[in-house]
């Protein structure tokens, strides 16, 4: 079946000519939709029973409205692809950690996936001081298991390329090239900051050593891939609430650097703590909070870490190396030094592009709502300033961070608790 | 049209159908074919017009004898397939260098292609202690603009993926990364090497720094697509005269470390280097040519990388980063320092895989005839030896290498000419 926009009548007529969700929706009985997205780029239908509200399902479906803007109907529907291609890969790594999703139509170019509504996007909530208890736990999950399965220290050599070539994803990954590693620190006409700190963004524009190593992130970036990585992974891709978390919207994923996704994570809890200066006047208040993020980071650093390492010993099957490499007098050790090497290279990779990405929030056309959300741009620019020199030492000081308490530490030097 | 194999009467009848040939050969007149393949996975018929021997073709066909042996008619196939691509690439990005394609034909998976009978493979002419006064300008010249014009210097993110994604080559590169990086690493069936270097050997496969830093290499192998890569470059994959140098045999070529390839052309001329001193029994006759073989190492590598960065300095329109990067006072400072580094990083890179692969022709399935051509297994086991002394050295001091002066450096330390 070619193309068509569906709408809040024919996405139901659609859904009942769908055995496969027989399980998720009574597809006999009266059923109700109704549009809920942004109409920007897709369109997102909740249709729900109605006669059983917990039976619901969510439509997400790519719209052409902007192909009069030439490239993007075409980039609309690789994008689709793509995040539904990764949602089904993290349901498999990863089960209950992403959204289900119980179809992908590609000529109509939608998603048929599990409701989301009862959990909230973590941003927000991180704002007004509300505490995940599962949090580290699930999200040091997901980091674990989506990136070891589809990385060579589980996948055989030809199983893994032939698992890139699916996700060979050219237009999304130019999008986070440009816009995480090369427009903020150059004169680029949609960079956007806070004109009290422009001695601050001006100096990382011109700081040489800076600009070298996000030279050096970007070629990892665009050459490393180790693993098949969200790559857009900040905690508005995150929905949560006390019990649950799940991972959403994956359309950048492709396979880079594992570092580029631990970072993103780290560092959103970092810009969220640096809000708190502002957001929590309250100094008992805010240093309580404050400590509860850092601890996160911590926790989940500290839990990937364990979980990953354990995964690798448990489940050596790939071809980088295989268990026979290291069967020698001696050789054990070598293989613990080997996976001590490659966490701590992982480690370096988390705070270059945890920092990188940090810069780029500040001074870029992609800003963060933590912050932009103080009113005050005098308040506004203590948290920036604050972000702009950790993020700036989180890259320049990356081969230097041997655990996460050196993360930490660069914080709380810069940006004392309370 | 489905595949049919071809032999000396049809490949004449198939040629004549194909006009885009009527440059190359005389398609109304008469034409004699002979097949001097050796039959296993391909056949290679040279086409010769009757009646002017100077035009002539060589038709390189797959061929499914193999299917008994279950996957081996399938690699085949894309072997043909990998081959005709990078021919076709080499070609159009350093034109003489690499054998001209006429035609592809992926039905029948057979390649029309330049008769190079009038050059010699190089390895055997090296031993022969043949002089090729223009190899390291051309080698030199075929490195940098095949690995610069495929990489991100060059090329925008985009146009970098869709290229990548056609040289996706799985099952070619599980052949590099098991017996380059692998199975010569530790007990293995395949493996061969002289008993009389059984020590040198087995120490090699239970030394964990050595060990540590080839599964680190093969990590790179895996993972870091800087460029497309031919990534079998040896002297057997090169053939020349005195005038002439064409790289012949590129269907393990993939996205891959630029050091792999010039690493595997070095690390030939110093095997060739060490199979001399049973080859070339006069002490001053065998320095004369030993110096001249590390003469070539020099200025292949010196020559390379100030082509390289000339090139870079003369189309910077790839995505790292684009020249507006660099755009502030001290950014043409910074750019030259980035580029020092990606250069250093590639001679680290050179030696590291340089080693490990003289390390594999010395203890893995894939010997050397250089070496293998030394009747008496007491004169090999010196060669040997010394390889496996400087094959180490070059992976364990890899990234102390700091000029080529430090790789050469490590020859003569370890086995001085004459």
């Avoid at 009113?375 to 604050?386: F, Y």
Wanted: aromatic share 10%; with cysteine.
């Amino acid at each position: 079946m070619s193309y068509r926009a569906l709408d809040s009548t024919t996405v139901i007529d659609y859904l009942r000519g769908q055995p496969v969700l027989a399980a998720q929706l009574p597809l006999d009985a009266p059923l109700h939709a109704s549009e809920v997205g942004d109409g920007n780029l897709n369109q997102v239908f909740i249709v729900r029973s109605g006669s059983e509200p917990a039976q619901t399902v969510v439509v997400k479906q790519a719209l052409p409205y902007l192909r009069v803007a030439g490239e993007s109907w075409p980039l609309t529907r690789e994008r689709m692809r793509f995040e539904s291609q990764a949602l089904i890969k993290h349901n498999e790594l990863a089960p209950g950690l992403a959204p289900q999703v119980y179809l992908y139509d590609d000529a109509l170019s939608l998603v048929v996936m599990e409701d989301l509504s009862h959990l909230q996007v973590m941003r927000k909530p991180l704002v007004a001081r509300h505490r995940f208890p599962h949090f580290a736990d699930h999200i040091s999950t997901f980091l674990a298991r989506t990136l070891f399965f589809t990385s060579d220290l589980y996948l055989t050599g030809p199983e893994k390329k032939l698992l890139q070539a699916q996700f060979i994803n050219p237009h999304l990954c130019e999008i986070q090239e440009k816009f995480v590693f090369t427009n903020p620190f150059m004169t680029s006409p949609e960079n956007n900051w806070n004109p009290l700190v422009d001695d601050a963004v001006q100096a990382v524009r011109r700081n040489s050593a800076l600009k070298l190593a996000i030279a050096e992130m970007k070629a990892g970036y665009m050459t490393n891939g180790q693993a098949l990585i969200h790559s857009d992974l900040h905690t508005g891709s995150i929905m949560a609430d006390a019990q649950e978390t799940r991972v959403i919207d994956p359309e950048f994923a492709f396979f880079g650097p594992m570092g580029f996704d631990v970072g993103a994570v780290l560092e959103n809890l970092v810009l969220n703590y640096l809000a708190h200066f502002a957001h929590t006047p309250d100094p008992a208040v805010r240093a309580e909070y404050q400590a509860y993020l850092l601890g996160l980071v911590r926790e989940i650093w500290t839990q990937f870490a364990a979980k990953f390492d354990a995964l690798w010993l448990a489940e050596p099957r790939g071809d980088l190396m295989p268990a026979d490499y290291w069967a020698y007098p001696g050789g054990a050790d070598a293989f613990a030094e080997f996976r001590r090497r490659y966490l701590a290279n992982l480690l370096h990779d988390t705070a270059g592009y945890g920092g990188a990405k940090m810069l780029r929030r500040m001074m870029g056309i992609v800003s963060v709502w933590d912050i932009t959300s103080i009113a005050d741009p005098a308040q506004r620019a203590v948290a920036e300033r604050l972000a702009i020199r950790i993020g700036s030492r989180w890259v320049l000081e990356r081969g230097l961070i041997n655990s996460v308490e050196d993360l930490i530490g660069i914080v709380t030097e810069e940006a004392p608790a309370g």
